[in-house]
């Protein structure tokens, strides 16, 4: 599974038509194959300049990239994307197991004590 | 709902044990109370500086405070967070209903016809 999100702000006003208009377009990419769980989200952190995010996942890589080259979703960027969003991040995950075991003992020793060699006599 | 994401980059080596240390103690955050859906992820795009994000979800705003206030999460803010994090950004979303009615048309109306006067005579 590959988690694809995009944080972003839009050059609209707050609650404008053109931000609603915006919005109904960015969500017709749940359409495109292989997209699944999409998510049209705002964003509310006072610790960032972003104002929205879209969140889809995709079974696998090669599903995700048939998405990005994909005429909707190219048009989209070209059509609406690049023209309206003022900046941008993408962020993707994946999902990252953390190991529950403690690790092994050996990673925690230090520096090997050098062999005692017998002192020339 | 309060979805809490935080995308953040380590100053340890990739695989470390060091990594794997601090990721075990942010897994943990996920048993403060009221956290929800707590994953720990990887972040896998070339198109940010970021190689790791937690998401958590908060029934409301106030339990989501109370997660923030809560000594074990002050605590691994102090002891791993502060120490052991390069760069992070902070991202919260809540869920955004987009309208999938036509804009009423009264917004798209240009200015109004000046009410038309007699012309005095």
Not at 14 to 22: C, H
Not at 46 to 69: C, H, I, V, W
Not at 79 to 105: C, G
Request: charged share 20%.
């Amino acid at each position: 599974m590959i988690r694809h999100t995009v944080v972003f702000r839009l050059k609209h006003l707050s609650s404008s038509v053109a931000e609603m208009v915006f919005l109904r377009a960015a969500s017709e990419l749940a359409s495109i194959p292989g997209v699944e769980r999409f998510e049209c989200l705002r964003q509310v952190s006072a610790k960032n300049p972003f104002s929205f995010g879209l969140s889809m996942e995709f079974a696998d890589a090669a599903t995700y990239q048939r998405y990005s080259y994909h005429p909707d979703h190219l048009r989209f960027v070209q059509e609406r994307w690049l023209p309206e969003v003022v900046e941008f991040m993408e962020i993707d995950y994946i999902p990252h197991e953390v190991s529950l075991a403690p690790p092994s003992p050996v990673y925690f020793q230090g520096p090997q004590t050098p062999a005692l060699t017998k002192a020339s006599s």
